[in-house]
């Protein structure tokens, strides 16, 4: 019998083209909710990328136990390298180089000509055995750092609210009284390292008046090594040290960022949530325009059950185009983008976590949107339906 059959699929897809400023304005408001989320949830994955992508569980950071976990505010005596490398077995050598960098780390405001104030930065002096210790740096512009250079990371400019152009190689940046001439550009594999400016440590040391350091960077030829350097640090007791495992640290650092990461969470369930309330209002105003067609759909003998799914279907193709161009704008505009953060700077990501995330809402917003107003359609009485305008 006719009522016990599901009306054609290409009625409910018919329906769309039928009402075409409708459609493409619901589409719109979709897209515009999809993408919030798609944008949110990049938020998220970028920040757990780059500081997964930091840590080298091969990598061990000794800095001042005083200090906590914050390291700008670490200071170590300058003979510290030496003395890790007297007295740990297990350090990475190659062609009698050892893998031990001692760093100077600190943030700072810098100046460039294109800024009309400085903006804060971060400012890590290393040796040239920093890139054997921190393998994810690579220079893809320009040369190492000389006396009065430095080399930038490629997402330092976001971190200054600056432009690529301001810190291109050949220009001049200043901080703590000195100017300096970018010499080179590089990236880290998404790291965190991306958003720094490198500059000689000895320098560096000089301008500040500083003969410590913030910290050391070791690299082990096995984790093992990291029990090793742990204990070197606690039996000199006189040294103040405190050595950790780099991917530890970092892992510490998501924990750190965890409340971040579940406000944002938190936002993409408030805009699901407005998006759907948005659908629900888009959908009431689509379903009372449209009582007397489907109440002519009742009278030739479609169950209500029928008439529902394919009103629920017309609102799931719209939910999921939507959900298409949404994945489509991300990708093109919203993936790669850099954002500034206390931490630095990082790139928005998005990946399959997210495209699925945006997909799920989508859905959630096709459903859920046209339920209840068609529903309520369906509960009228056909006669009072044919009836009215």
């Given amino acids: 019998m006719l009522g016990q059959k599901l009306l054609p699929w290409d009625y409910g897809v018919r329906n769309l083209f039928r009402r075409p400023s409708r459609s493409a304005l619901t589409l719109g408001g979709l897209t515009i909710v999809v993408l919030l989320v798609l ?7 970028g920040l757990e990328k780059s500081l997964a992508a930091t840590g080298n569980p091969n990598v061990v950071l000794v800095y ?31 062609h009698g180089v050892e893998y031990v960098s001692p760093e100077l ?34 220079l893809v512009e320009g040369t190492w750092p000389q006396r009065g250079e430095v080399m930038v990371g490629r997402l330092a400019h976001s971190k200054l609210s600056a432009t690529k152009e301001d810190l291109a190689v050949g220009n001049q940046i200043t901080f703590d009284g000195e100017s300096w001439t970018i010499s080179g550009v590089f990236n880290a594999a998404g790291s965190a390292f991306e958003s720094e400016i490198w500059a000689p440590l000895e320098e560096l040391q000089t301008v500040l008046k500083r003969q ?19 204990l070197f640090c606690r039996e000199r007791i006189d040294l103040e040290l405190k050595a950790v495992a780099e991917s530890s640290y970092y892992a510490s650092m998501q924990k750190h960022y965890k409340p971040v990461r579940m406000l944002g969470w938190v936002v993409v369930a408030l805009v699901a949530g407005s998006g759907v ?14 009582i007397r ?26 939910a999921c185009a939507a959900a298409i161009v949404a994945c489509v704008v991300g990708i093109w505009l919203v993936d790669g983008m850099a954002v500034r953060f206390t931490m630095g700077a990082f790139m928005l990501s998005v990946d399959s976590v997210g495209i699925a995330v945006a997909c799920g809402v989508a859905a959630l917003l096709g459903v859920v949107g046209a339920l209840p107003p ?6 009228l009485p056909v006669v009072e339906a044919i009836k009215s305008i």
């Fill in 212 to 230: 410590d350091l913030s910290l050391v960077a070791v690299s082990m030829e096995s984790t093992d090594g990291v029990a090793d350097v742990d």
């Fill in 374 to 379: 068609a529903i309520k359609a369906m509960r």
């Fill in 277 to 290: 309330f948005a659908g629900l209002n888009t959908m009431y105003g689509a379903v009372v325009g449209r």
């Fill in 105 to 138: 780390y600190l943030a700072t405001r810098i100046a460039t000509a294109g800024m009309t104030e400085p903006g804060m930065g971060l400012v890590r002096g290393v040796t040239t055995t920093a890139p054997l210790v921190r393998g994810q740096v690579q």
């Fill in 64 to 94: 001042a136990l005083s200090s906590g976990a914050d390291i700008e505010n670490s200071s170590i005596p300058g003979r510290t390298p030496a003395l890790l490398s007297a007295s740990v077995d297990g350090v990475r050598r190659q």
């Fill in 293 to 318: 067609e489907l109440a002519t759909l009742q009278a030739l003998g479609f169950r209500r059950r029928a008439i529902l799914l394919t009103l629920v279907q017309e609102a799931t193709l719209l």
């Fill in 39 to 45: 944008v949110v949830v990049g938020f998220i994955r």
